[in-house]
């Protein structure tokens, strides 16, 4: 099983002010991070617009947020963060009976095991949509939901788990993340990395010329910077033992990849122009 650690889903369009860190990631995930994410921000800006209101309602489901709805790295003391998703597992093997709620949860990568031991009360959502419960609102919401509650596999307010795996496979809920996503994920969070360390290093250059990205990717100085915040940059061939590389370690032509890719993005043209213009062909 591969463990992808810290993945920061950052959520789009209305949400966009929003993120989430997921602390763990394996490629066995049943559900898209993305899927769950998503579904994620809505819950926080919900949170946030509530954020002055003292009443229990609220003060559940910030509890809910913080320590039980997410299976991902509840406790990253044990199983490297992955035993509440093993327990996720557990739901889905042969000859289970799952309860409506769990059923759900499943479908949306959320821990379905904490409910009714961590997570109290938590309606059935296969009637009408609730009223004045924002939070379970975007429960009844979701797709996951609507073809669960007109499915014809509920029966008594319970699904076996062979019939929620056809329902989920149906409807394409259930997508394993494959490695090529996990790489993805981990390019994405190295870029983020070398954008931060890139401002930290031309802040403090005093550098007579530009610099350009051939020559930032060989600075012993960036590369030093870099290996502070968790990324190596080796001097080993692009094609040697690239198999062998871990997932934090960069080539110098890697890295002026990454470089370039950051020079030429949106991030870029945000930043400060007496950053920008330390850079040559960037401004």
Request: aromatic residues 12%; contains cysteine.
């Amino acid at each position: 099983m591969t463990i992808q650690k810290e993945f920061v889903y950052k959520c789009k369009g209305y949400y966009k002010d929003y993120e989430y860190l997921f602390e763990y990631v394996d490629d066995n995930r049943k559900v898209d991070i993305n899927t769950t994410g998503a579904f994620i921000c809505k819950i926080k800006k919900w949170l946030n617009f509530f954020s002055k209101n003292k009443s229990k309602y609220l003060q559940d489901w910030n509890n809910y947020f913080k320590y039980h709805l997410i299976a991902d790295g509840i406790n990253p003391h044990i199983d490297e963060g992955q035993y509440y998703v093993k327990q996720n597992y557990q739901l889905l093997k042969s000859n289970k009976t799952l309860t409506y709620n769990q059923a759900l949860f499943l479908l949306l990568g959320l821990n379905a095991h904490e409910l009714e031991r961590g997570i109290k009360d938590f309606p059935v959502l296969d009637g009408d949509e609730p009223i004045a419960k924002p939070f379970e609102l975007e429960f009844w919401r979701t797709k996951q939901n609507q073809e669960l509650k007109q499915s014809s596999f509920i029966v008594d307010g319970k699904i076996t788990s062979e019939n929620l795996k056809e329902l989920a496979d149906d409807n394409g809920f259930f997508t394993k993340l494959k490695s090529t996503n996990l790489k993805t994920v981990q390019k994405d969070k190295n870029k983020e990395i070398i954008q931060n360390v890139l401002l930290e290093f031309l802040s403090q250059s005093t550098h007579s010329t530009k610099h350009n990205v051939n020559a930032l990717s060989q600075k012993s100085k960036l590369k030093g910077l870099l290996k502070n915040s968790g990324i190596i940059v080796t001097e080993i061939d692009e094609e040697i033992n690239k198999n062998d590389r871990k997932p934090n370690e960069l080539t110098p032509r890697t890295l002026a990849t990454h470089l370039t890719e950051i020079f030429t993005s949106d991030w870029w043209t945000k930043q400060d122009k007496t950053i920008q213009s330390k850079v040559k062909n960037y401004q």
